[in-house]
């Protein structure tokens, strides 16, 4: 069974650092796409970014890009999403999810996710 | 920039049909995936490529995409068809793209 565990929720100050992790297990780690996905109190999905975990090119959203750093640990089968300084604006939970492959057809959605982790960010 | 439009809330009874729109410039062209999220849950997916359910999902969920509007039809909803529902698009040529979400209320 396909399954991704994130860490725990997290509760920090303005300006602190942080990283987060996605533990996932049942499939070979370096073949799928891992996605970072934000969702803000009361509002909808969007999309950070994504690692490829077999040879680590990453893709970030504009929105995203040099606020967030996707990494991933080939060794442990793990990603992660960390920021090095938070703002109160980054309170929001945080999904990561696994693109689908069919054979070597990589696939336009995430078929599987993280239960997430709600980041608290407050002075 | 691209955007794909969804209705804020859609209200349907018991029993009857509920359809929930994902409009955008084009997307007949491209594959749209839904995804239901229940309140305090992840989102899980239920239509992928169009109008392909998952393993485990109800053949009650479909889906359509033709010209500017995709469209997740629920047939005999139920109570616990209740949740947030979402429109997705990515293909090789763009970043992931999600619809603003859809809340489906079970009257």
């Known amino acids: 069974e396909v399954q991704l565990v994130q860490s725990g929720a997290e509760v920090k100050k303005p300006g602190e650092s942080l990283k987060i992790s996605c533990q996932t297990s049942?499939?070979?780690?370096?073949?799928?796409?891992i996605g970072w996905v934000r969702q803000m109190p009361g509002k909808g999905l969007e999309w950070m970014g994504v690692i490829y975990p077999g040879d680590s090119d990453t893709r970030y959203s504009p929105s995203f890009q040099g606020h967030v750093t996707i990494s991933a640990d080939k060794s442990i089968s793990t990603a992660y999403l960390q920021w090095t300084s938070l703002k109160a604006s980054d309170t929001a939970t945080y999904y990561c999810?696994?693109?689908?492959?069919?054979?070597?057809?990589?696939?336009?959605?995430?078929?599987?996710w993280g239960q997430g982790t709600l980041v608290t960010v407050s002075s | 920039s691209h955007v794909l439009t969804q209705p804020p809330s859609v209200s349907v009874a018991p029993g009857q049909t509920a359809r929930i729109t994902c409009g955008g410039n084009?997307?007949?062209?491209?594959?749209v995936h839904w995804y239901q999220q229940k309140p305090g849950q992840a989102p899980v997916l239920v239509v992928y490529?169009?109008?392909d359910r998952p393993s485990g999902i109800p053949e009650r969920f479909s889906g359509s995409n033709s010209g500017t509007t995709a469209t997740l039809t629920i047939s005999r909803v139920e109570a616990g068809d209740e949740a947030d529902y979402y429109c997705q698009v990515w293909d090789n040529n763009s970043d992931p793209l999600f619809g603003g979400g859809t809340k489906l209320s079970v009257l």
């Open positions: 084009n997307i007949g062209l491209k594959y």
């Open positions: 490529d169009d109008s």
């Open positions: 999810a696994r693109r689908a492959v069919w054979g070597v057809i990589i696939t336009g959605y995430f078929d599987t």
């Open positions: 049942g499939y070979s780690f370096t073949s799928n796409w």
